[in-house]
T-cell receptor, first 113, second 116 residues
Framework: KNQVEQSPQSLIILEGKNCTLQ??????????LRWYKQDTGRGPVSLTI?????NTKSNGRYTATLDADTKQSSLHITASQLSDSASYIC????????????FGKGTKLSVKP | EPEVTQTPSHQVTQMGQEVILRCVPI?????FYWYRQILGQKVEFLVS????????KSEIFDDQFSVERPDGSNFTLKIRSTKLEDSAMYFC??????????????FGEGSRLTVL
């Protein structure tokens, strides 16, 4: 069954610190992996999209990695800010999918002053 | 910056009533989607739409659901006879390219549906 699992479920860090969020997936055949940021009660906002051949991709203070062999991805946030407090969702697309994205449950990040 | 807009932001309805959720995708986008998120759960795919027809739908998207692009700007999701379990946040999204070409999805702010 196609699944996306994320860890940790929640994380509290101090402003200015770095953190890394994990994603494991069993989606096959794999097409691409996306990371989204979702503020409470709002729609998800795209951070990165990575295909099979990409190992790392950055978007400002966000850096995503992908290991397609072990089916793992991580999202590293550098020098966290209070505005980074949100849920971070890992989403995987299977080959041939025309909309059926497989969403993880997200990691809820709280950045404290 | 262009954005996907959804109305209403919140709708409360009685079980068995029909509901229409409206979306205005980004104007030059070609692919349109509906997803839903039951409180505390994962986002789930409902349906994708391209070239005036459904391109993919999930098991959730049964005969009670329908989508329409009635004009050049709106994209609607209709639930014919709502059930309690339809209570969720419904997200519309659009993209310029399809998912096969790693098209970036832009999501609206969501319409919260509460069925009593």
């Amino acid at each position: 069954k196609n699944q996306v699992e994320q860890s940790p479920q929640s994380l509290i860090i101090l402003e200015g610190k770095n953190c890394t969020l994990q994603c494991n997936y069993t989606v096959s055949p794999f097409s691409n992996l996306r990371w989204y940021k979702q503020d409470t009660g709002r729609g998800p906002v795209s951070l990165t999209i990575m295909t099979f051949s990409e190992n790392t991709k950055s978007n400002g203070r966000y850096t995503a990695t992908l290991d397609a062999d072990t089916k793992q991805s991580s999202l590293h946030i550098t020098a966290s800010q209070l505005s980074d407090s949100a849920s971070y969702i890992c989403v995987v697309s299977a080959k041939g999918s025309q909309g059926n994205l497989i969403f993880g449950k997200g990691t809820k990040l709280s950045v404290k002053p | 910056e262009p954005e996907v807009t959804q109305t209403p932001s919140h709708q409360v309805t009685q079980m068995g009533q029909e509901v229409i959720l409206r979306c205005v995708p980004i104007s030059n986008h070609l692919y349109f989607y509906w997803y839903r998120q039951i409180l505390g759960q994962k986002v789930e795919f409902l349906v994708s739409f391209y070239n005036n027809e459904i391109s993919e739908k999930s098991e959730i998207f049964d005969d009670q659901f329908s989508v329409e692009r009635p004009d050049g700007s709106n994209f609607t999701l209709k639930i014919r006879s709502t059930k309690l379990e339809d209570s969720a946040m419904y997200f519309c999204a659009s993209s310029l390219q399809g998912l096969k070409n790693t098209g970036e999805l832009f999501f609206g702010e969501g319409s919260r549906l509460t069925v009593l």
